[in-house]
Each structure stands twice: as structure tokens, then as C-alpha cells.
């Protein structure tokens, strides 16, 4: 079926179609499209939720395929500050920064209030299974109906799914790391018809699992957690910050349209 309308306004940021609405907007935009999906399991195509940050934006730039994925979603947020600070030249500036790091605590109450159930895919077992614990822990009344780790191959994509379907998921979270969770999201939408949505979540296990610190408030609300995680793994992220960073400036200026859009994104 055609998924309804979004009611938010859209705002093209650094060349992406950006949802303007605040973190509570898209927890009930969640719970609307996860309890309508499960009225009609076979005909709803899962709604696809990514999210937007410097290195996405940089990202488009050097790769069409990763562009015209993005462009496929149903749903962008503003994940990084930047795009905040550069949606103030729009006629919607977003009312705020939705960290999918925060908004995962927006979802998991609203999941619990409601009964939606989570799949947790992605990350090394390990990893995958200290998440779910911690989980488990901070909302015991949140159903988790299944999880996976994130090293399988193509070839075991039909598996994966079946998993996630026999579950009776509505939410499935992903985390193989970008471009390739938007990448395993867009390939797998039809085997997973009647999921209410499919939700990349990069570095998100490494959070709840503890492995991972979060920046202090101060340096979130500056733009800076960029800089406080390339202090915290600079071997790993030196080159993508680095780099990446006065690129994804260049297309946050220079592909940010003033006007807003409503409605849907196609
Ligand atoms: N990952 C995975 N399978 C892969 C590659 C990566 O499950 O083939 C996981 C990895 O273990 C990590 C997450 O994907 O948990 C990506 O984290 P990253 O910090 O790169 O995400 P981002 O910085 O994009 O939020």
C-alpha cells in the first residue's frame, strides 16, 4: 500500500530531503506507521528511516549510489548538528537535533507504552548481545523480538529476513555502518513487507553496550561530538573526520535549498 503522507515539513540539507519536526514528532510517527503496518502485513512496504550527519553528506558527494539510496528513504533526520546550523537558511529550520544515539530512548518508551516489538540487527555478536542486555535492563517491559549480529554475507540476506519476519518485528533496527546498512535496507525492503520500519542506527550498540562514551552535552550542542569521538578512536576516524569534515561543510552550503517542501517525498 502507499505509505500516507508525511504531515512534517521536508527541507533539502546538504542534498538530502530532511524531516523538520522534534524527536517526540518522530516517536509518534513510529508508533502511527508500525500500528497501521500491522493492519495490513502484507501490502506495507516498510518505511524507510536513515539519517543524516556530515559524513552521509560527504559521502553523497563522492558516490551517486549512495545518493540516489538516500534518496529512496522515506524519512532523513538530522542526526549531525551541522545539518541543524546550516537548516537556519531554510524556511524550516529543524526545531532540533535527533541523535539516533537519543532518539533510540525516544523509541524504546514509546515501544513500551504501545507493545511494538524491536529487532536489533548488526555489530559483532559480542557487541550485539551487550546491547540487548543493556536493553533488557533500562526498559523491562520493551519486547524484543529478536536480534543478529552484523557479519553475514548476501547470500545469507533471504535467512536474515526470515528471522526478522518469523519474529513479528514492527521496528528493526540496523547497524552495519553506513553506506552499507542503507545499502542491506533498500535490497531488503520487499522480503520484509508488513515490518512497520526499518531504522540504520550505526554506531547506536556501541552506545547502549557501553563500549562507546558519549560526548558531554556541551560539546553535542556545539557540533563537536565529531571531535570528542575522533579523540576517542582517532586511528579509526582520523581520515573520516578529517577529511570528510570541510568537504560535508562545502555541501551543506551549497546544497541546502532555501524553500521547504510538505507533504510527501515523492
Ligand atoms: N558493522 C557490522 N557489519 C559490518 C560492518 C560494520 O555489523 O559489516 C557494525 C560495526 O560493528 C558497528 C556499526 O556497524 O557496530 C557501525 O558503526 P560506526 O561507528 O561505523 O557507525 P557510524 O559512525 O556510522 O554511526
Known amino acids: 500500500m502507499a505509505q500516507p503522507e508525511l504531515a512534517h515539513p521536508q527541507v533539502v540539507i546538504g542534498g538530502f530531503q530532511t524531516i523538520s519536526c522534534t524527536r517526540s514528532d518522530l ?36 558516490s551517486l549510489r549512495f545518493m540516489e539510496i538516500m534518496s529512496k528513504a522515506d524519512v532523513v533526520h538530522a542526526d549531525g548538528m551541522p545539518v541543524v546550523f546550516a537548516s537556519k537558511m531554510t524556511t524550516a529550520p529543524l526545531p ?3 541523535p539516533t544515539t537519543d532518539f533510540f530512548h525516544d523509541a524504546a518508551r514509546a515501544a513500551e507504552r504501545t507493545g511494538l516489538r524491536f529487532f536489533m540487527l548488526g555489530a559483532k555478536q559480542e557487541q550485539n548481545d551487550a546491547a540487548v542486555a ?9 519486547n524484543i523480538s529478536g536480534s543478529h549480529h552484523g557479519y553475514f554475507g548476501e547470500d545469507e540476506d533471504e535467512e536474515v529476513c526470515r528471522l526478522i519476519r518469523e519474529s513479528g518485528a514492527d521496528v528493526v533496527w540496523i547497524a ?31 552506545f547502549l553496550a557501553g563500549d562507546a562514551p558519549r ?20 586511528k579509526r576516524l582520523a581520515w573520516r573526520y578529517l577529511w570528510t569534515n570541510p568537504y560535508a561543510f562545502y555541501r551543506l552550503v551549497r546544497y541546502t535549498r532555501r524553500e521547504a517542501l510538505t507533504g510527501a517525498r515523492r
Open 215 to 234: 560526548a558531554p552535552e556541551w560539546m553535542q550542542k556545539a557540533g563537536l561530538e565529531w571531535l570528542f569521538r575522533l579523540m576517542d578512536d582517532p
Open 96 to 98: 532540533e537535533r535527533i
Open 134 to 142: 543493556a536493553i533488557r535492563e533500562r526498559y523491562p517491559d520493551l
Open 27 to 62: 516517536a509518534d510517527l513510529m508508533v502511527e506507521d508500525c500500528l497501521r503496518a500491522r493492519d495490513r502485513r502484507d501490502s506495507w512496504l516498510s518505511r524507510l528511516v536513515f539519517s543524516s550527519n556530515g559524513q552521509g553528506v560527504a559521502l553523497a558527494g563522492r
Open 176 to 206: 552495519l555502518g553506513k553506506p552499507r546498512q542503507e545499502e542491506w535496507c533498500l535490497r531488503n525492503r520487499e522480503r520484509l513487507r508488513g515490518v512497520g520500519w526499518l531504522k540504520t542506527c550505526g554506531g547506536l550498540y556501541a
